[in-house]
């Protein structure tokens, strides 16, 4: 009798100590649910303040390149710098989504060489080179945030990218080999007509020629209608694209020895 009243007891025990284990492993799991959510949250707001504060300084950033950069003496001024400013201050806003959208900077890439298509003042060029270089600016921080797409998704973009356009506006201007000397030469630094002409052979209209292609295509800028030629921001993201290409296919390339030549 005595034993299996020990028998039922050790059940009983069992049973309780099972219940007991059960009542533990959910108090674990609801404290573990209610320390991450509350974790989740703490890293929501942060990541809130800080997108709140880049976007800020982002705006003023705008504000103040706009206005220090642009022509001072035009009468389109004002209404330029509302249409750049609204277009900017509209893209870095993405900042504050969770993903910032690919095909809305291509947008605003589109209007703002709508703009310059239509814009008939030699010195529309300093402005519009302005508002492209904070564009760019934007977009460089987007990359560094890693808050744009991901590979997955360039995957799905590659198919449907415009072959003509791509051609077009990236790989035509820079197809030819005084093209390419041409960007090379003004990477470092400014120059003149007759320095490009030294350096690449090519005289009067043929050295024009090409001078207008890269103009056309924003590569290039001329201060002035005599000026000094320099490089975009646009060119110069293109060269370097290209000789970062080149060098990963082609990795027994000097470049060391240049480096080491040029310091």
Do not use: W
Request: glycine share 4%; proline share 2%.
């Amino acid at each position: 009798m005595n034993h299996l009243m020990d028998d039922d007891m050790r059940n009983e025990f069992a049973a309780i100590r099972s219940a007991l284990s059960e009542m533990r492993e959910d108090l674990r799991r609801f404290t573990e649910r209610s320390n991450q959510q509350h974790l989740e949250s703490i890293l929501e707001s942060c990541r809130s303040n800080f997108s709140n504060a880049i976007v800020g300084y982002g705006k003023n950033e705008i504000e103040q390149g706009l206005e220090k950069t642009m022509v001072k003496k035009c009468d389109m001024r004002e209404a330029c710098k509302s249409i750049f400013s609204e277009l900017l201050k509209e893209n870095i806003g993405q900042i504050q989504k969770s993903k910032v959208s690919e095909e809305s900077i291509r947008k605003t890439r589109s209007k703002l060489k709508e703009l310059r298509e239509n814009a008939r003042n030699d010195q529309c060029v300093t402005c519009f080179s302005e508002a492209t270089r904070i564009l760019d600016k934007q977009v460089d921080l987007m990359h560094s945030l890693n808050i744009n797409r991901d590979k997955s998704e360039l995957n799905e973009i590659i198919p449907v990218l415009s072959d003509e356009r791509m051609v077009e506006d990236m790989l035509e201007p820079l197809s030819n080999k005084q093209r390419m000397q041409i960007m090379k030469a003004l990477s470092s630094e400014t120059k003149t007509f007759s320095a490009l002409s030294s350096l690449t052979g090519l005289r009067g209209g043929n050295l024009l020629f090409h001078l207008q292609k890269l103009l056309d295509y924003d590569m290039i800028l001329q201060r002035n209608e005599r000026g000094d030629y320099m490089i975009t921001e646009k060119g110069y993201k293109a060269l370097r694209g290209i000789a970062e290409t080149y060098l990963s296919l082609n990795p027994n390339e000097p470049s060391a020895e240049i480096t080491e030549t040029q310091k």
